[in-house]
């Protein structure tokens, strides 16, 4: 059964940088499209991101020109590289194996 494990989150200031990874094992990711969401308690689960097995991504609008989704179908990871980060972004960040798992998230937190 595949497992998914997050890391990369912690504090940070705005304006600075995160790179979130998200690391499969029991079974290969390759064929599967991925996605980053992201929540707080105010808020619905929201997508971040999604990259299919095909390479192509696409963003949420709030994180257009600042995050960048990506994978290594090898290391059976996929990354979240997060630039000027603001404290909006405060929230737990989820990876997604669509249809088939969740990780258990991370806490990024942009505060000075």
């Known amino acids: 059964q595949v497992q998914l494990v997050e890391s990369g989150g912690g504090l940070v200031q705005p304006g600075g940088s995160l790179r979130l990874s998200c690391e499969a094992s029991g079974m290969s990711i390759s064929i599967y499209d991925m996605a980053w969401y992201r929540q707080t308690p105010e808020k619905h689960r929201e997508l971040v991101a999604s990259?299919?097995?095909?390479?192509?991504?696409n963003y949420a609008d709030f994180v257009k020109g600042r995050f960048t989704i990506s994978r290594d179908n090898a290391k059976k990871t996929m990354y979240l590289q997060m630039n000027s980060l603001k404290p909006e972004d405060t929230a737990v960040y989820y990876c997604?194996?669509?249809?088939?798992?969740w990780g258990q998230g991370t806490q990024v937190t942009v505060s000075s």
């Open positions: 990259i299919s097995s095909g390479g192509n991504t």
């Open positions: 997604y194996l669509m249809g088939m798992k």
